[in-house]
């Protein structure tokens, strides 16, 4: 059959080529990355012909902005992208008078992003919009670091797998000038309590604030929600000034975020409801007796620990935007795996974990993103290269 399918289109090169997908690969593959590669390159392909078929006037795949892994950036890029960061929350807010009464912590520019995030919190996890609202909300993010602070490129992404064993030592976060700020000062615990969650954790390698490098200095205004092992604020959207703390944590990352845990996801789950589900470690897709897992999406966030592990308030954590960018670039390859079946698939309510029980929600509805923008249509969401986006991963 795909013999059939390859000669097929040797003999009518106009024809649509068809969609690739492997599925089996050597477990060595798997856990060192080339298997993840693999996928990423057919799911490029896959997508490129999508986009030809599409052929919509807007986006061009030919044209469209690239992403890249952090560390394909030159040092100047790294350097380039954690600037606009800053110069972005180094701007002045402009929300109203009236907004700020219920906003009272908003104090930068950047903060609009924090608030929104944490007062939509309830309804763009562990639901139907989770994916495609933070597919919007960085893009929103990436498009305000072009616009407003003059950053020329794109948001780079985080691939978890090449940090897995040893996130302490990773480049992003070894606190020179062109890395994401070290990791928070060490913090002398084995164990953290996680209130929220009703969950003892494994402590990392930090704990306390970011000593070196780019974020050594920054202002948390908001937080902490639930955060791993701190008290939560009264108001969720008070202003209660803070340092950045990270927490880095090898046993959260080797068991979580490794290869073979982004590989096994997508190799795993032909539906949507599973892919997000076990994405999530939501329990109505977690098979009680199975080791715990965080799933990809919460491993990434307790991988750097401290904000970012405060799931409501983790976009005040700059690897906020790297971490969902990978996470954006996963569903992109699963999505691209098999554009016909799942590119417009979505399932679920609007609610977190469908509590409390909510509608079933529809690809014709309007999601909410607060101060960032406009309501945007969920259909508009499903395609990196259609709607109000142009870019793809490499
Ligand atoms: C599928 O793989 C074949 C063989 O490697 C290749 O010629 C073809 O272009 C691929 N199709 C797509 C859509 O990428
Ligand atoms: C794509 O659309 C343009 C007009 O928008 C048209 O000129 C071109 O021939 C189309 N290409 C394909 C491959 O259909
Ligand atoms: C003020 O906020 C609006 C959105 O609420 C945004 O479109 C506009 O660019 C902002 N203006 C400035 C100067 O930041
Ligand atoms: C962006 O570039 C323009 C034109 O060079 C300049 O006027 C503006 O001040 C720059 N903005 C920032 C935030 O650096
Ligand atoms: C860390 O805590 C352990 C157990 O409480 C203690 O034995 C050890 O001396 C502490 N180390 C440091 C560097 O504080
Ligand atoms: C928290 O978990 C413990 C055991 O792990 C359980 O006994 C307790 O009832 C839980 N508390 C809540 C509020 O769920
Ligand atoms: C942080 O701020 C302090 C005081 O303003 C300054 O001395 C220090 O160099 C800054 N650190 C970094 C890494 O920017
Ligand atoms: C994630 O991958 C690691 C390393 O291969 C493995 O030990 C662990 O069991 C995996 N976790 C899950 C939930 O599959
Ligand atoms: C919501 O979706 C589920 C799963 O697709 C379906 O079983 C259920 O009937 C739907 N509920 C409503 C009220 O449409
Ligand atoms: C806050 O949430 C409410 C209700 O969930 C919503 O109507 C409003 O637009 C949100 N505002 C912002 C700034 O996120
Ligand atoms: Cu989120």
Request: hydrophobic share 15%.
């Given at each position: 059959m795909i013999r059939w399918l390859i000669l097929a289109c040797l003999a009518w090169p106009g024809a649509l080529a068809a969609y690739n997908q492997s599925t089996e690969f050597p477990q060595a593959d798997i856990d060192s990355g080339a298997a993840l590669k693999t996928l990423a390159d057919q799911a490029l392909g896959n997508i490129k012909q999508e986009s030809r078929n599409l052929?919509?006037?807007?986006?061009?795949f030919e044209t469209a902005q690239v992403r890249r892994e952090w560390r394909d950036l030159s040092l100047d890029s790294r350097k380039e992208f954690t600037d606009a960061v800053q110069c972005l929350q180094n701007r002045p807010t402009n929300i109203s008078a009236e907004a700020k009464k219920t906003f009272p912590g908003v104090q930068t520019r950047y903060d609009e992003f924090v608030a929104t995030h944490i007062n939509l919190t309830e309804y763009i996890h562990v639901n139907a919009d989770f994916l495609a609202w933070h597919r919007y909300f960085i893009y929103t993010f990436e498009k305000a670091l072009r616009?407003?602070?003059?950053?020329?490129s794109t948001l780079p992404y985080w691939e978890w797998g090449y940090d897995a064993e040893k996130p302490q030592d990773s480049v992003l976060f070894n606190?020179?000038?062109?890395?994401?700020g070290s990791n928070g000062e060490a913090w002398n615990r084995t164990t953290i309590f996680w209130a929220s969650q009703n969950m003892t954790i494994p402590a990392g390698t930090g704990g306390g604030c970011v000593s070196a490098g780019p974020f050594a200095n920054l202002t948390v205004n908001m937080g902490p929600i639930n955060a791993p092992g701190e008290q939560p604020v009264d108001y969720k959207l008070e202003y209660n000034p803070r340092c950045l703390q990270r927490d880095v944590n090898p046993t959260v990352s080797g068991t979580s975020v490794a290869f073979r845990n982004s590989t096994e996801l997508i190799l795993s789950y032909e539906t949507i409801d599973w892919f997000q589900g076990v994405m999530q470690a939501d329990k109505r897709f977690t098979d009680p007796d199975a080791p715990r897992s965080f799933g990809v999406h919460g491993g990434g966030h307790l991988t750097v620990g401290g904000v970012l592990a405060d799931i409501d308030t983790s976009?005040?954590?700059?690897?906020f935007w790297i971490h969902h960018a990978q996470i954006d670039r996963i569903w992109t390859i699963w999505q691209g795996l098999d554009p016909a079946k799942r590119r417009n698939a979505i399932w679920g309510t609007h609610t977190r974990a469908d509590m409390p029980p909510s509608a079933n929600m529809t690809l014709d509805e309007m999601l909410d993103f607060g101060f960032i923008s406009t309501p945007r249509e969920f259909a508009t969401l499903m395609n990196p290269l259609a709607g109000p986006f142009c870019y793809y991963y490499e």
């Open positions: 052929n919509t006037s807007t986006c061009r616009e407003e602070c003059n950053y020329s606190g020179d000038a062109y890395s994401m976009p005040a954590e700059p690897m």
